[in-house]
């Protein structure tokens, strides 16, 4: 027996109706308890790995507040011991770089030079002192050591290797004016030493060996020597136990017709 419907709807269609509706009502609560579980699910922190040590040799990071530098790891001492030390003598100036053709030949250390090395040339500072250099337009600093001579040219105070050019941003600019900072030297700074004249660069050993018979006549107690350079020939004068004072003197005097004539410390 079916009972009458109203609006004249059959039965069977009621039926399909309130299935429908039911399919609805659970696929409604279905997603609401969906967005509910989503939105208070809080996910567990993550576990929290110990780091790495640091390898050996690496540099450590830098402190809060504490401008960081460019490092070497093989300078790490060196920088630990400036970090912890005052200057011994602070000097501005210009610096410039070197690299081909001086690369993988001897320097005036006795060591083979390599540019990508971080290290530097100076006239007079005791071969090996330990220096800081800054350059002055970016505020970029390298710790590194005095390992040759030079520069040999006027105005400037240093010469840096590729490395070190590289460290303090001054390799694309070529030359820029830089402090210097001694922290320490193996030898006293205004005293003692063994001190010679470097007369040079001339383009033809001619004229090299032409001054060098000048100077032995005229410095009889004197050790004069000509050498071939990667960029031309030099005569180097030395006084009798490397004086100082005389070798001021012999450059105050020389007013060489080709190259310039520079005091330079050997040790």
Not at 83 to 92: D, I
Not at 167 to 193: F, K, M, N, Q
Request: proline content about 9%; charged content about 20%.
């Amino acid at each position: 027996m079916r009972l009458p419907i109203p609006d004249g709807r059959s039965s069977t269609s009621l039926g399909r109706l309130f299935a429908a509706t039911v399919a609805v009502v659970v696929l409604s609560m279905v997603a609401g308890c969906s967005h509910r579980q989503q939105t208070a699910y809080t996910p567990p922190p993550p576990t929290l790995q110990p780091a790495p040590p640091p390898s050996v040799g690496s540099a450590p990071a830098p402190q809060p507040g504490y401008r960081s530098e460019r490092r070497s790891p093989a300078f790490s001492a060196d920088e630990e011991y400036v970090r912890k030390h005052r200057p011994l003598y602070t000097e501005t100036g210009m610096a410039s770089w070197y690299g081909p053709p001086y690369d993988r030949h001897a320097g005036a250390n006795g060591q083979i030079y390599d540019e990508n090395a971080i290290s530097a040339a100076n006239r007079t500072l005791p071969m090996g002192s330990l220096i800081r250099v800054t350059y002055l337009r970016t505020g970029e600093s390298a710790v590194m050591r005095i390992t040759d001579r030079g520069p040999f040219v006027a105005d400037r105070i240093l010469d840096l290797s590729e490395g070190a050019a590289k460290a303090i941003g001054l390799y694309r600019a070529g030359v820029g004016e830089v402090r210097l900072d001694v922290y320490s030297a193996p030898e006293p700074l205004d005293s003692g030493g063994r001190w010679c004249v470097q007369i040079g660069a001339f383009s033809h050993r001619r004229s090299a060996m032409h001054l060098e018979q000048r100077l032995q006549r005229e410095y009889r107690t004197a050790s004069v020597i000509e050498f071939a350079g990667p960029t031309g020939y030099w005569v180097r004068i030395r006084p009798y136990e490397g004086n100082r004072t005389v070798a001021i003197a012999i450059v105050r005097r020389l007013h060489p017709s080709e190259g310039e004539a520079w005091l330079v410390r050997l040790d």
